[in-house]
């Protein structure tokens, strides 16, 4: 039994997430009844800010074995946010033997494939183990299957924790396709921005748990570190068990490493001066620079603003986050005369009107 991914009234996934359309999705996991089930319970007085820590080891676990890059994450006391980039290209290149290491990190080994790695195996058997391998790899970069392996794993280890049984999602999690590099960079600044929104952080670089910490953390190894120096230093408080990050700039020439086409501190400067924006101490009020980014996104910076304060509902219901000539055309590829977010894409973008 799965926790989390029963719902009578809702679209099926495979309609939901579509590579050919899109390799960005934003992931949503909110805990049962919007229990406070990974922060300080103010009812019952109990404390499950640890289980916080569960969610990015687990991510960097899932890492090893899915060929899905995290872009951003933020882990909030009674749900989590996850920006995510689907690698098909990967999972074709995998070699058999890579694509079953990668999967027995997580299932067990049918005696078949032991067999067929053994070269123990019968033609009509090499055919079935053949199919078996092929519905891994294509499992490899399945969102469905890697948010059953981060969901499934949370709610037992909770409930193993609370010594109970029973539900620990309120539903499936909710996913949106990310139609363009526009969509992507406003979802994941959305998502960094959380805990300022929630009054949890002042700043980027104090918001716990999430993946603009990391980036500024990692941003600031790499800018003490002296060039002579085969290792950065190490912090003196050793840091938890982290994910790693879809890079914002394409740093080798590996065919197979993806990158959105813009530097790390394009993106850091953003997300500053969007925050800046939500401290309660400045909300309403617009900075005076206005970072370039906006511009090349084709982004208005006043309604950008407005989804980063929580004013409107950014990840409210919506199919899809993008321009309005993408979201025209997924709703026409899904057979649709609409789809939910056409609205937001007049707004936010200039080209949109």
């Known amino acids: 039994m799965f926790f989390g991914y029963s719902s009578p009234m809702t679209r099926a ?12 999705y934003h992931c949503i996991g909110r805990c049962v009844r919007r229990a406070w ?18 969610v990015t080891a687990r991510l960097a676990e899932l890492a090893e074995v899915f060929t899905i890059d995290v872009c951003a994450y933020a882990v909030m006391s009674n749900h989590y946010h996850l920006v995510v980039r689907l690698d098909t290209e990967k999972a074709r290149a995998l070699s058999e033997d890579e694509v079953v290491a990668r999967y027995g990190r997580l299932f067990k ?4 494939i032991e067999r067929y790695l053994d070269r123990l195996t019968t033609d ?10 092929g519905q891994w790899r294509e499992r490899l970069c399945d969102l469905s299957w890697y948010m059953r392996g981060l969901n499934e794993h949370l709610a037992r280890r909770a409930n193993l924790e609370d010594g109970c049984t029973g539900r620990f999602w309120e539903g499936r999690y909710k996913s949106q396709a990310l139609l363009d590099d526009a969509a992507v960079l406003t979802c994941m600044s959305y998502v960094d921005l959380n805990p300022i929104r929630a009054k949890m952080a002042e700043t980027p670089e ?20 002296a060039p002579e120096e085969a290792n950065p230093p190490v912090p003196a408080e050793a840091p938890r068990e982290q994910p790693p990050l879809m890079p914002l700039v394409k740093a080798s020439q590996d065919e197979h490493v993806h990158a959105l086409g813009y530097t790390e ?14 401290r309660a101490d400045k909300r309403g009020a617009i900075p005076s620079h206005i970072p370039p980014i906006l511009n090349r996104l084709g982004l208005d910076p ?7 304060t929580g004013k409107s509902k950014l990840t409210h219901h919506l199919t899809a986050i993008g321009s309005l000539d993408r979201m025209q055309a997924l709703a026409k ?8 977010g056409n609205g937001l894409a007049r707004q936010l973008y200039w080209a949109a009107g």
């Not at 006043?302 to 980063?308: D, Y």
């Not at 590829?333 to 939910?340: N, Y």
């Open 302 to 308: 006043g309604r950008f603003l407005h989804h980063m």
């Open 37 to 54: 089930l990974w922060g300080e319970d103010r009812v019952s007085g109990r404390n499950y800010e640890h289980r916080k820590a569960w």
């Open 265 to 278: 501190r394009d993106y850091l400067e953003l997300v500053d001066w969007a925050g800046r924006a939500v």
């Open 13 to 24: 996934r495979k309609t939901l997430v579509d590579p050919e359309t899109t390799s960005y």
């Open 333 to 340: 590829k899904m057979g649709q005369s609409f789809l939910k």
């Open 206 to 225: 104090e918001s716990d748990f999430t993946s603009i910490q990391l980036r500024i953390r990692n941003a600031q190894l790499q800018s003490v570190a």
């Open 109 to 112: 080994m049918p005696v078949l």
């Open 124 to 133: 009509a058997e090499n055919a079935v183990a053949q199919t078996i391998l």
